[in-house]
DNA sequence: TTGTAAGCGTTATCAG
DNA sequence: CTGATAACGCTTACAA
């Protein structure tokens, strides 16, 4: 059942294993007729080159390593699973491992991934991660979190913010807070960067309308939980005070700041809008459903798997490939009662 | 960097080739004196021994593969996490395969873990799974979707669900709903046989009280939507008629059950009491948090992993080996109203 | 207990 | 364009 091998189809083809191995991998100088021929009897015999022979003898393992740090956030998963598909179609399979964003554990991974030689690695960075060298010569593409200095593809988070603030702007919002993420986090610092600049650019088309003062950013991890003191935090203060939007740097933050409002009192959306970020199948369970700009998770985990594949040329340091966000309309988000 | 081999070991150890691949094997018959020389050259050179070459000289390649049908599902996300933990533990990697349910994909990646020569499959069965012959000779263990005829580690559903309507019972509800998974499931023909159980048991007992009798099981998919509508079938009766508590075959049911009681201005727990299954970390983030029957995902995991090594004896045929849930408290369950 | 040497199944080089 | 043939880095009889 399993014992053929290259030998066997040579063999029975009438030809050398150099002749079935070029066939095997596409090599253009052979014969036409002689291809269907043999390619006939692979199928016949079902004969499956051996990947582990491959790999040691040629410089490819067609295995794609993905480090993570956490495989329970949504968002990672859709990412692992998404790659998991693109790379199927090019015959590729998936390593993955998580680092529960811990530097030690990544650095380690990176390392098996490196002499179980995979032909690449999608990494998406450890937050505690600095001096990292990674290895030289493997093509490593940094997902989401991107770090300066490296080459890597993201959504663009900065924009993204931007078109949901603009959103919230549109309804009439004038008082918006922020649950801002983490503040050594990458992406968390491009997304308050989208929100500072939208703010201050309606500052300056807003000749006679006031942008409140109070302060209106809350840091937090982008968990539930955190979401939920910071909404607390934020809307801990008089009717007339408080943002009537808030605007949340993840899904979860945004389901935990929904949880406080509620604690509060505060009718969504009526007296509170809110908007999440990322785009998670969770923000359609909530009650109300969670409007929320989505990450197109499967375009980047495409582009990542075809970078890797040099199928698509790497982007350059420092010059990230971004993907447009969209707005996903829900029910957390109407136009201002007046105070 | 990367150019040392068993043999440059060798060498600057003074011994042969074999000795020191008999030292990465753990093979006894090696002096301990020994052992520790060529072990501290080893680390000292950094020489890490080549998966592909073992994996094709020998019959060993460290690597567990798992085919699940959708990693977007919180509880395989985390069952994939937990495997690879406890592979990791042990020097193993994890290729992580999803089927999306479909037979036919199924067997192909099955297909392509065993041309991987993996070490051993970790299988959650698609649902249309009926025919598919798995290669012999491989260690293959199936989780959480026991199949008739083959060996598998799964929680216990059945006693967890009956662990959950006699929390129920207990609160002294009597009208007792329960949503079911889809019937050509395992686990949740499991999980309705603990309800039909628990139920007949309690009728058994109630020596005067009546346990009540209309239509009390609805039968639906896993996912939020299904358990929402499921909800609505079942709570579209006069108040004296209709349940008192709502058992979900899954937590994802029980959020779309709590959404359905919602939007007929049903309070939970006041007037509804709704007791989930599965245990997501998603179960804390409703509001009110929901109470569900936790099934010890890391547990699984990590027998499946040691089945899978040899670790500890595999579980037998039709004999599977089943782990305890235990119920998680939320806010979602309280006594009944009287009617 | 340790050394020697023969492969494992492919790919790549080099002739033909 | 195709056929021999030598590696690839390691494990494992078999010998010593």
Redesign the interface.
């Known amino acids: 059942m399993s014992k053929v091998g290259i030998r066997e189809v040579a063999k029975l083809a009438g030809v050398s294993t150099g002749t079935v191995s070029r066939i095997l991998n596409d090599h253009p100088s052979v014969t036409n007729e002689l291809r269907a021929r043999v390619t006939a009897i692979i199928k016949d015999l079902g004969y499956?080159?051996?990947?582990?022979?491959r790999?040691?003898r040629g410089k490819v393992?067609r295995?794609i390593g993905i480090v993570i740090p956490?495989?329970?956030n949504?968002f990672f998963?859709?990412l692992?699973?998404s790659a998991?598909?693109a790379a199927?179609n090019h015959g590729y399979?998936?390593?993955?491992?998580?680092s529960f964003d811990h530097a030690a554990k990544e650095a380690d991974r990176i390392?098996?991934l490196t002499?179980?030689?995979v032909d690449g690695i999608m990494l998406v960075p450890s937050n505690d991660f600095h001096t990292l060298k990674l290895p030289k010569g493997l093509p490593i593409v940094v997902v989401d979190r991107l770090m300066p200095g490296y080459s890597g593809i993201a959504a663009d988070h900065r924009n993204g913010v931007r078109l949901g603030v603009e959103h919230l702007l549109q309804l009439g919002h004038r008082r918006i807070g922020f649950i801002s993420g983490p503040g050594h986090s990458v992406p968390a610092n491009d997304r308050l960067r989208g929100y500072l600049d939208a703010i201050e650019q309606a500052r300056e088309r807003a000749d006679g309308t006031r942008m409140a003062g109070p302060p209106l950013i809350a840091e937090a991890a982008f968990d539930?939980e955190s979401g939920r003191s910071a909404g607390n935090y934020l809307l801990a203060r008089a009717r007339n005070e408080r943002p009537t939007a808030i605007f949340a740097s993840s899904d979860?933050q945004a389901?935990?700041c929904?949880?406080a409002a509620?604690d509060l009192g505060i009718p969504i959306p009526a007296a509170l809008s809110i908007l999440g970020f990322d785009g998670i199948?969770?923000a359609s369970?909530t009650?109300p459903r969670l409007t929320t700009v989505k990450q197109p998770i499967q375009d980047i985990a495409a582009a990542a798997v075809a970078v890797l594949l040099n199928k698509q040329t790497a982007p350059e340091l420092d010059n990230p490939i971004l993907f447009a966000c969209e707005i996903l309309k829900g029910e957390t988000t109407a136009p201002p009662q007046p105070d």
Chains 1, 2 share one sequence.
Request: proline share 9%; net charge neutral.
């Open positions: 499956t080159p051996d990947p582990s022979a790999s040691m393992s295995l956490d495989l329970t949504p998963a859709e692992v699973q998991e598909q199927a399979n998936i390593i993955v491992m998580t390392k098996q002499s179980r030689k539930y979860q389901i935990g929904m949880r509620h199948p969770l369970m009650t």
